[in-house]
C-alpha cells in the first residue's frame, strides 16, 4: 500500500487523461485491497444533476445517484468524507453490491465545487478503516491538485 501514492502521482506528472487516471486509481485499490468488493468514482456535472458513473472496479452498480442519496451521495451533498461500518444498518444505504458490508465515499473538491466521488466498499464490516481513510483522502486530494489546475 505504500506504492499506491507515488504510483497515483507519478500517473499524474505523466498527464494521464482524467478517465485514464481513475481508471488505474480504481484497478490500483481494488487489486491491493483484497477484501474489496467495489471501487470508482461517480462524476459531478451540473450542481444537483445527479452524479454519474465514472470508471470503477467491481460489479455493474446504477449509472446515476441523486444528491445526498447514498454514501456517495452523502459525501457529495456534505462535501465531507462518509464511513459506515455496517451498512446494512444504515438507514440511507443503497445495497447495490450484496457482499458489501463496509462503505467510504471521499469527495474530490476544487474551489469548494464537488467534481467527484471516490468510492470503495469492503466485503468486511470493518474493512475500511484509519488506514484505508488516510490513504483515499491522500488520492483524492492529489486529484483535485491535478484537476483544479
Known amino acids: 500500500m505504500d506504492q499506491i501514492v507515488p504510483q497515483v502521482s507519478n500517473w499524474i506528472s505523466q498527464g494521464s487523461g482524467k478517465i485514464g487516471l ?13 477484501h474489496a468488493s467495489w471501487v470508482g468514482f461517480y462524476l459531478v456535472g451540473a450542481w444537483e444533476s ?15 445517484l441523486d444528491w ?3 454514501i456517495v451521495g452523502m459525501a457529495a451533498r456534505e462535501r465531507s ?3 459506515v461500518h ?38 468486511q464490516v470493518e474493512g475500511l478503516g484509519v488506514l484505508e481513510l488516510e490513504l483515499m ?11 483544479c489546475e
Not at 467491481?58 to 449509472?63: E, F, I, L, S, Y
Request: hydrophobic letters at 50%; charged letters at 15%; aromatic letters at 8%.
Open 68 to 70: 445526498g442519496t447514498g
Open 81 to 83: 468524507v462518509q464511513l
Open 86 to 123: 455496517g451498512v446494512k444498518h444504515f438507514a440511507g444505504y443503497l445495497a447495490h453490491v450484496a457482499e458489501t458490508r463496509c462503505e467510504a465515499a471521499i469527495p474530490i473538491v476544487c474551489h469548494g465545487r464537488v467534481l467527484a466521488v471516490l468510492d470503495a466498499q469492503s466485503k
Open 22 to 34: 481513475m481508471a488505474n486509481v480504481a484497478a490500483l485499490f481494488f487489486g491491493h485491497w483484497e
Open 50 to 64: 445527479p452524479l454519474m458513473l465514472g470508471p470503477f472496479q467491481g460489479r455493474p452498480v446504477p449509472p446515476a
Open 137 to 147: 483522502t491522500k488520492v483524492a486530494e492529489l486529484l483535485s491538485q491535478a484537476w
